[in-house]
């Protein structure tokens, strides 16, 4: 209980964390914690266990009313074993306390103030013991504790030492609101929300130093030692979970506040004008300079690191503590948004499900929530405003809808619903081992997408043909930095020596856009046209040859394909071959592994026929390609619903590709995120492709409409979808084919199949109504 109360950030957390730990440990249904109000004549619950969480917030009771009341004004604990003998009791039928026998409530005083009451309560009537009291009390003395500090720092931000955060914090959500957003990663999950703060904004910070510099110093020096110690604990959670190789930033952030320069220069800041969060922030600038003034690119990487480790200094001395809390098993992620990044040190395994307030589904955010099947929702602006760490939330990633403290009865509901989704997945894992070959024979190739060796488990689970596309910049990120080669070659021909003899497709680091590197220190206005992917690669010819050398040496199975991201010109691609060409001649290789390019801009399929010449395959990226043929942001939440890949327009794109892949006789595999959508494969195999490459996740289910198709049926659908102005007519013609096929009436694809077909937001408004009687409502 100590810890817990000396990690708490946030009073509605610590007092949920509370009640849950009293309820487990006194074995006791219910436990719940009321505060006063500001009057301090009204008490009002705020964290329950055992009755209804709707209330929380909504009960309210004068000091003096019923047990709980009476406990606050006598400031004494009282204990009943049965309330139904004891005339002072008060029930309050809404919230669901019938069900309860004994009481004991608890008051909780600090210094003489009467702040709020705990009470414990159990099904059946019962006596407490003596120890138990005590325990009790004592428990209560430290919430009492905690709720005076957070008081206290609510009165100092008012006061305007600290930007004050929670001031004028619009209305929570009321119990069981709905929000729609985007449905980004399907399934459906439960649980309590874990906030996800976003970094400390230092421009906004106001802060009020120690009145003498000695005294300011003095403080800074504390807040450098609490710092190293929790990095000191991160590097150990870190080296536990992912390795020591990740643990190993933040012994560079040890050293770097461990450093003698650092801190003269800091001591000489604070000396100066006696102010330590003014000084840390000199110091940032300085180093910061001089680091990007550096043409040694590995420090240059560094300035990074110390932003965010000043960063950590800056909050602790503050006292605003904007670290992540550890994550509590099976509970839903809210954030702003997360950046690959931030994706890759989050402990994924605990996290049942994730809502983004910004963000698409093409977003990497999402894409990584799918191949980890973690049901996700997107595109939620006010969300983080409004939500309470204290809220428990449905997250319910089929229809993107959000559900804040649903009743029990919506609860059991959406439960059955996710037991359906179950349901339909495990009826497909049983066609695993199946080919995927359409009825007349035709085989397709469903690979995985991958952004490293821990997916490989679930690529081999859902019967993965290989690897389409091997995103290998998640390793640059998570280790937040290029390995080195050796590193490198380690990682590719594990995952060839996995893979093999089936192929695996390594695309080259495709870095920039969302995907932004720790350290270029670039702040670009339009940063998905910019200085991205293959252009930052032939820039950084260190990287770029480093990388290839360590897919050639990784090649002991044969089996790998090189790709190369985001190619808009002949020259792009010359440069690139006459690097690979250097790497192999270096390497004394005669034969080179097959080279690819990712097909994901307007440029490149209106060239296709003459990069065809130069490389041995296609992966359309239609995440991009969408992006650019449609001048619409992947990321942007906003938009999403007209971001839309049945646009005739990325179709046309998508058939010339296949096209002149078929007539220069090279393979053609789509592996963006329609190749992951069951309603798209009809289309994608009557245009040709060959090869779909997904994340693991959703090859069941491709397989399961691959298995139903006819290729001359497919290939007439494509056709006639050529003709279509809308997206909208695109939908038509394919709920017209899936209802041919008979899947639409399936008891558990046809749900599937019937939403991701239904209008989209922006044909609703569009579509002439007497169209649109062919879509579901
Ligand atoms: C794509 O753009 O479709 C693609 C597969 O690449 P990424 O999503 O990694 O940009
Ligand atoms: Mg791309």
């Not at 964390?17 to 619950?45: F, K, P, Q």
């Not at 290939?715 to 899947?743: I, N, P, Q």
């Amino acid at each position: 209980m100590g810890r817990l109360l000396t990690r708490s950030h946030d009073l509605e957390e610590t007092l949920e964390n509370v009640v849950r730990l009293v309820a487990r440990w006194m074995h006791a249904g219910g436990c719940s914690i009321y505060l006063s109000e500001d009057d301090g004549s009204t008490l009002v619950l705020r964290a329950t266990r055992g009755l209804r969480p709707e209330c929380v917030g909504q009960l309210r009771l004068r000091v003096g009313e019923g047990i709980v009341g009476a406990a606050l004004e006598s400031r004494e604990t009282i204990a009943v074993p049965d309330w139904q003998r004891d005339d002072r009791f008060r029930l309050f039928p809404e919230s669901g306390e019938e069900r309860f026998r004994s009481l004991v409530a608890v008051p909780l005083i600090m210094r003489g103030m009467p702040m709020g009451v705990l009470t414990v309560q159990t099904a059946r009537p019962r006596t407490f013991s003596a120890e138990e009291l005590e325990l009790l009390e004592t428990i209560s003395a430290q919430v009492a504790s905690i709720i005076m500090n957070a008081r206290l720092i609510a009165l100092v931000a008012r006061e305007g030492n600290i930007e004050p955060r929670s001031a004028a914090r619009p209305e929570p959500f009321a119990a069981g609101t709905i929000l729609r957003g985007i449905a980004s990663s399907p399934g459906i999950a439960a649980g309590p929300v874990h906030l996800q703060r976003p970094q400390l904004d230092l421009d906004s910070l106001r802060y009020q130093p120690a009145a003498s510099r000695r005294g300011e110093w003095r403080a800074v020096q504390s807040a450098l030692r609490q710092t190293i110690r929790q990095l000191g604990d991160l590097r150990t959670a870190v080296g536990e979970r992912l390795g020591e190789d990740f643990a190993d930033v933040f012994t560079t952030h040890i050293m770097i506040l461990e450093d003698q320069t650092f801190r003269q220069r800091l001591e000489r800041h604070v000396a100066e004008h006696g102010d330590g969060a003014r000084a840390l922030r000199e110091v940032l600038e300085d180093y910061s300079s001089i680091f990007a003034a550096t043409p040694d690119p590995t420090i240059r990487e560094r300035a990074d690191d110390i932003r965010d480790v000043i960063g950590r200094v800056i909050e602790e001395l503050v006292g605003v503590r904007q670290h992540n809390p550890p994550l509590r098993d099976g509970v839903i992620v809210v954030a702003d948004w997360i950046s690959p990044s931030d994706f890759v040190l989050l402990e994924t395994e605990k996290i049942a499900g994730m809502i983004t307030a910004h963000g698409g589904p093409a977003s990497h955010a999402s894409i990584f929530a799918r191949s980890l099947e973690i049901p996700a929702v997107t595109g939620l602006p006010d969300l983080l405003e409004r939500i309470r760490p204290t809220d428990r939330v449905i997250a319910n990633g089929l229809d993107g809808e959000v559900i804040v403290n649903p009743t029990p009865e919506v609860l059991e509901e959406y439960q059955q619903r996710a037991q359906g989704f179950r349901r339909l997945w495990g009826r497909l894992d049983e066609l695993r081992d199946l080919p995927s070959c359409t009825l007349d024979g035709r085989e397709i190739r469903l690979s995985a997408n991958i952004g490293g060796l821990n997916d490989l488990a679930l690529a081999e689970h859902y019967g993965a043909r290989g690897v389409g596309l091997f995103r290998t910049e998640i390793l640059a990120l998570s280790s937040r930095g290029f390995p080195d080669e050796d590193e490198q070659t380690r990682v590719y021909r594990n995952v060839a020596q996995r893979v093999a003899p089936d192929p695996v497709s390594i695309r080259t680091f495709d870095m920039g856009g969302d995907k932004a590197f720790p350290g270029e220190g670039v702040q670009e206005r339009n940063p998905q046209l910019g200085w991205r992917s293959i252009r930052f690669l032939l820039d950084r010819e260190d990287v770029f040859a480093c990388q290839l050398r360590a897919i050639l040496r990784a090649n002991d199975p044969g089996n790998i394909r090189i790709l190369i991201p985001m190619i808009t010109s002949m020259d792009e691609l010359d440069q690139t071959r006459a690097i690979l060409a250097e790497q192999c001649e270096r390497l004394g290789l005669s034969k080179l592994p097959p080279l690819g390019v990712m097909i994901e801009t307007p440029a490149a399929v209106s060239i296709a026929d003459h990069i065809a010449t130069v490389v041995d395959f296609f992966a359309i990226g239609t995440n991009d390609l969408v992006q650019y043929v449609l001048a619409m942001d992947r990321e942007n939440e906003r938009i999403a619903a007209s971001y839309d890949a049945f646009h005739p327009a990325v179709l046309a794109q998508i058939r010339r590709t296949s096209d002149v892949a078929r007539a220069a006789d090279i393979g053609c595999s789509v592996c963006g995120e329609l190749a992951a959508n069951p309603v798209a494969v009809p289309i994608l195999i009557g245009m040709g492709i060959s090869e779909l490459s997904m994340t693991p996740f959703s090859i069941a289910l491709v397989r399961q409409i691959v298995r139903a198709l006819d290729t001359e049926k497919a290939e007439h659908l494509a056709r006639s979808v050529e003709d279509c102005a809308r997206a909208s007519e695109v939908r038509e013609k394919l709920w017209r084919a899936f209802v041919k096929m008979g899947l639409i009436d399936d008891r558990d694809l046809g749900p599937v199949i019937r939403r991701l077909l239904a209008a989209r937001r922006s044909e609703r408004r569009s579509t002439p109504p007497e169209r649109s009687g062919m879509l579901p409502s």
